[in-house]
Structure formats: C-alpha cells, structure tokens
C-alpha cells in the first residue's frame, strides 16, 4: 500500500488552489473546473469542489470543516518561508516557527477554509535522520 493523497473539499475552489500554489511554489493541474491536483515528490493534494461530492453519492463531506488533520510540508528552511509567506498568512498564523520536542522547527497556520497547514524544517539529529531515509 501507498499513501498517495488527500483530498480538500471546499465551496470555492479557485481561492483554495490558488493560496496552495502559492504557499507551495507548485503549479495545481486542473483536470476539470470542480477539480485541481498539486503534485509533491512524496504526495499529491486533492482540491475538489462540493459538487464533486455528488459522484461519492451525495453530501459525505462539508467543506470548511475540518477540526483533525494538519496537512504538513516539508521546507528547507522554515524561518525563510515565514518571511516569505507573511503577508499571504497574515491573521491565519497560529504558531510562529517553534522547535518542537520531537525535533522540527514548525509554523502553523489557517488555510482559506480553515484547514491547519504546517511547514516544518528537522533542526535535531534525529529529526534529520528520519527524514534523510
């Protein structure tokens, strides 16, 4: 098995893929106006519209609703994506990059429809080495 992707619902679907290409510096493909892909070396977000939903059988997802997962992207240095990506931030910043205990520095922040996205950079020896494999 392979984990391949995750998948975003949400009711605006242009605001949502362009905020996460331009966090991401990645280019979304969009197969159809209801449904966009950005593409990672080791997975892929899924960013679909709520009309989408109706092919899984009706409203099984709400988009905006999202109160578990954090979607999380490794960057080569997070204090420098922080600068960068200050003002498309802005008021959805809610940790400043902080070294956590399990050795990565990490900033968390709010996605258009609420969803938490956290950039983090291994800053420990054995965070490095776990992400070196």
Sequence with gaps: MNFVSIRLITTDIERLVRFYERITGLSATRYTEDFAELSTPACTLAIGSTRTLQLFGGNVARPADNHTAIIEFRVDDVDESFQMLADVIGGSL?????????????????????TLVNFFTPVTKEAIAKFAR
């Design 94 to 114: 809610v940790q400043k990059p902080t070294t956590m205990p399990w050795g990565n520095r990490s900033l968390l922040f709010r996605d258009p429809d609420g």
